[in-house]
């Protein structure tokens, strides 16, 4: 069974267009989070969930927006998009909030917006 | 917050061992060393975590002197399949201590 599991893994799309990747983890976690990892393969956290709560939002632009309807989902939309969205999207989670951790991440999503 | 500088890449041989250090000379007290494995086109996962001395498991062993401001990864007789970009995090219980550097792009030649 997968851990952390992302969908989909390859998402190709217009300047302008709105997407969603979504992401779910079986191992009962009570913290999620999504990174966005550029070319240069810096990791950079986007969001942080706690038991559904928002916890960190990091200087990122609010055409990005997550959802989590329940603990074991954490669903990112994008809106807008732009050239510069062009990523490997990360999804991830532990067992609790402190930094410190072990995180399980998903396999990625890699955003390619044209 | 605890930054850390690591080399950018590392190259090797089969079956050498490998030691890739971290420095994080700000570490606060209450921080733990984490080290995580990346292999192209998979998410990072978790190889050790320590918070002083030395800690080995299966996999690696991190080596952490008294002062703690740096810290030493340790792969021993590496293969191929060890080839793998590896991080280097400082974090303690603040969830805002989730900072990531480029890692050390470890290549092993045959």
């Known amino acids: 069974d997968t851990a952390v599991s992302q969908t989909p893994k390859y998402l190709v799309t217009q300047m302008g ?3 969603s ?3 779910e983890q079986n191992l009962g976690h009570d913290t999620m989070y999504w990174y966005k990892q550029d070319s240069k393969k810096f990791l950079k956290i ?31 939309h994008i809106n807008s998009l732009e050239l510069g969205d062009s990523a490997v999207y990360f999804c991830a989670s532990s067992r609790r909030l402190a930094a410190y951790n072990e995180q399980f991440f998903g396999p990625g999503t890699r955003l390619t917006v044209l | 917050l605890a930054k850390t500088t690591q080399p ?5 041989y089969e079956g050498q061992e490998v030691n890739i250090t971290c420095s994080h000379n700000n570490i606060a007290t209450n921080d733990y060393i984490t080290w995580y494995q990346q292999f192209p086109s998979q998410g990072p996962r978790f190889i050790i975590q320590g918070y002083k001395t030395k800690v080995t498991n ?17 792969l021993p007789r590496v293969s191929l399949s060890d080839t793998a970009v590896y991080y280097c995090l400082v974090n303690g219980d603040s969830n805002y201590q989730l900072i990531w550097g480029a890692g050390t792009k470890l290549i092993i030649k045959p």
């Open chain 2, 8 to 12: 950018i890449s590392m190259d090797s």
């Open chain 1, 17 to 19: 267009n709105d997407k």
């Open chain 1, 46 to 76: 986007m969001f942080s969930y706690n038991n559904k709560e928002l916890i960190i939002n990091e200087t990122v632009p609010n055409r990005f927006s997550p959802k989590s309807p329940d603990k074991a989902h954490l669903n990112l």
């Open chain 1, 21 to 23: 990747i979504k992401c």
């Open chain 2, 58 to 74: 299966e996999v690696a062993s991190l080596f952490i002197p008294a002062d703690r401001k740096s810290s030493t990864l340790s």
